[in-house]
Structures are given as structure tokens and as C-alpha cells.
């Protein structure tokens, strides 16, 4: 892997697990905001969320940035009145100010100007700007893989599009498995969605998004060797039923219309 991954990640030793604070419900007190603590509000089975967090534990950023977990089942109502008005997960406290939208917040995780830790996105300007296309396609992926399961459809045309647009995209640099060849904040948009899909397809549509795909599963593969990545990865059987359960409901945020 190259130099830019250095840090945390498929070469490091395995690290302690983080102990994970309880997720506060409606009748949790809230934190005291804006009393200079940064703080990373989250919910430990989002995977916009869930995006942030790893960025966080990549950058070796645990001592620096505080999770605060909010159960989205229950969720107090100081969440939305004094932290965050849009109400949803991911958002962040940082220097009295409270920003969202998790593909925004990985960057800011990662600017140099806002935190210490490994840079995860590299020098050269071509794999940057293709990193830029590719966390700007994020969303519309996420939706056209979505839209099927939403709407209790079989895979579809687009559905296949967009798993070969990966499948390419991951071929177009040969110095690593991922989609810059090293570790980047465009593998964080993805993986977290990818960790899903894998698991919603192969169960609920017996499909596998993997198969005919080598340079997709070999990402998966490497992924999974991530420390910072599958210390917040969620058992495959709680996100099963969970999509189960809420594939219809996306007042959250967490599951896309």
C-alpha cells in the first residue's frame, strides 16, 4: 500500500476495540453543547454516519473527537432544538459550530487545517480530481441501489450500471486495491453503502454484487482488513433485519427515499 495510507490500517496491528458510549434516547440528558469538547453525533447502525466515524478512527482521532450516539428509534428532542435542526446523523461539533451531511464532513475530518492524522486524499492532481467525481456520484449510487429494495423490485438495468461503474472506476489506478490504489476518503463514501447492499442483495434479492466483479471483490476483501473501517462495522444479521424492518421508513436519514 502506498505511503499515504501509513497509520492505521491493513498493515498496523489489530487495535483495541473503542468502548462504545450507550446511545441516548428521549429521556437522555443532552451533552453540554458548545462547552469546547468536538464531539461526533452519530448512530451506530447508519452507514452515512457510520462514514464519519471512520474517518475519525483512521486519522487516529479517538482521544480528539468524542462519539455521542443517538438512538434514531427514540430520539430526544434536544438533538434537534440545540445541536443539529435538520435532525439527522451525521453532525459534528467543532469549534462552537455544528456542521452535517456526512460526504462533507469527511472532508472536513480529514483537512489538515482542522485535525492531525494520516491524509486520505493524495498529492497527485489526477487521482484527486477523480476522487471528487467519484464522491460526487456517492449519492446517486446509493439511490440507484436503493430504489429497488424501497420499492420491493427486482435488480434492475440501473442497479447493474452502477455496480459496473465501480467495477471500472476501481481498475482505472493499478498501485493498490482501492480506488485511488491507496486508502482514500472515496473508498469511505462507498464502503459503508457496500457493506449494506452485499448483504441486502445476497438475502433479499439472491444476488451477489461481488460476482463477476473481481476488482469489487477484492475492495471488499481489502476493506475488510481496515481496522479503522471494521471497528465500525455492525453484524450482518442486525443490518439484515433492520433493513427488514425499516427499508419503507427514511425520516431518519438513514435509509434513502
Known sequence: MAAA???????????????????????SQPPPVFDGTTRLYTCYFCPFAQRAWVTRNFKGLQDKIELVAIDLEDKPAWYKEKVYPQGTVPSLEHNNEIRGESLDLIRYINSNSNFDGPALLPEDAAKRQFADELIAYADAFTKALYSPLMAHADVSDEVVAALDKLEAALSKFNDGPFFLGQFSLADIAYVTILERLQIYYSHLRNYDIAKGRPNLEKFIE??????AYTQTKNDPLFLLDLAKNHLKVSDDGCFPE
Open 5 to 27: 495510507a501509513a497509520g492505521p490500517g491493513p498493515a498496523s496491528a489489530p487495535a483495541a476495540k473503542e468502548a462504545l458510549p450507550p446511545a441516548l434516547g428521549s429521556t
Open 222 to 227: 481489502e476493506m475488510n482488513k481496515i481496522d
